[in-house]
């Protein structure tokens, strides 16, 4: 049974960077047949894809158009974990933060982490 | 980008009776290589992850209740709960994985 196990801050200032981890229990970040994702939820958005990484022989990376120019998602093989981090962030950045799990197979995220309020202000 | 809309924004079903939420996609989702639809239900509960319910249109994910259903094809598809319990309360989300970026439904609230 995976588990997504999230942690972060809570509160970023204004212009900082949002960081979120995402440690994985029950699977490995570098397997063949899996996808990790970043979303984020909140009232102004809704549910937002914000990107994804997966390993097929070497790392690839997907990012949402609308964070495009200020996210990273990095894989971490050593700590089976996968981290976001989003640049110069705004009061529109506030939300709850989700890593999610697609498995090769069925195409939908079918295992959520519990979600990170990220509260931007100063 | 693949717009989703979901209709009613609620709804409210009495115990037992059936609640059908609706989805639209903007363009098909239909991959006809593999003949699949690429959609997904969720179902989220306050302070909860969503939690999937349905992919590929139709196909339940283990564990789901059979009173959960999926259907449609193409652009337009029905998430139906043949007879509501108290625990359906919830949101529910349509989401395609057809394109990035991954889109999802404004969601319907369902309440009894």
């Known amino acids: 049974q995976v588990q997504l196990q999230q942690s972060g801050p809570g509160l970023v200032k204004p212009l900082q960077t949002l960081s979120v981890t995402c440690v994985i229990s029950?699977?490995?970040?570098?397997?063949?047949?899996?996808?990790w994702n970043w979303i984020r939820q909140s009232p102004s958005r809704g549910l937002e894809w914000l990107g994804r990484?997966?390993?097929?022989?070497?790392?690839?990376?997907d990012y949402a158009a609308s964070v495009k120019s200020r996210i990273t998602i990095n894989p971490d093989t050593s700590k089976n974990q996968v981290a976001l981090q989003l640049n110069s962030v705004t009061p529109e950045d506030t939300a709850v933060y989700y890593c999610?799990?697609?498995?090769?197979?069925?195409?939908?995220?079918?295992?959520w982490g519990l979600g990170t309020l990220v509260t931007v202000s100063s | 980008d693949i717009v989703m809309t979901q209709s009613p924004d609620s709804l409210a079903v009495s115990l037992g009776e059936r609640a059908t939420i609706n989805c639209k996609s903007s363009?098909?989702?239909?991959?006809?290589?593999?003949?699949?639809?690429?959609l997904a239900w969720y179902q989220q509960k306050p302070g909860q992850p969503p939690k999937l319910l349905i992919y590929?249109?139709?196909t339940r994910e283990s564990g789901v209740p059979d009173r959960f259903s999926g259907s449609g094809s193409g652009t337009d598809f029905t998430l139906t709960i043949s007879t509501l319990q108290a625990e359906d309360v919830a949101v529910y989300y349509c989401q395609q994985y057809y394109s990035t970026p991954l889109t999802f439904g404004g969601g319907t609230k369902v309440e009894i």
């Open positions: 029950g699977d490995s970040v570098s397997s063949n047949s899996v996808i």
């Open positions: 590929w249109a139709s």
């Open positions: 990484t997966y390993y097929k022989s070497k790392w690839y990376t």
């Open positions: 999610g799990r697609v498995v090769a197979g069925n195409g939908a995220f079918d295992s």
């Open positions: 363009q098909s989702v239909f991959y006809s290589s593999n003949n699949k639809n690429f």
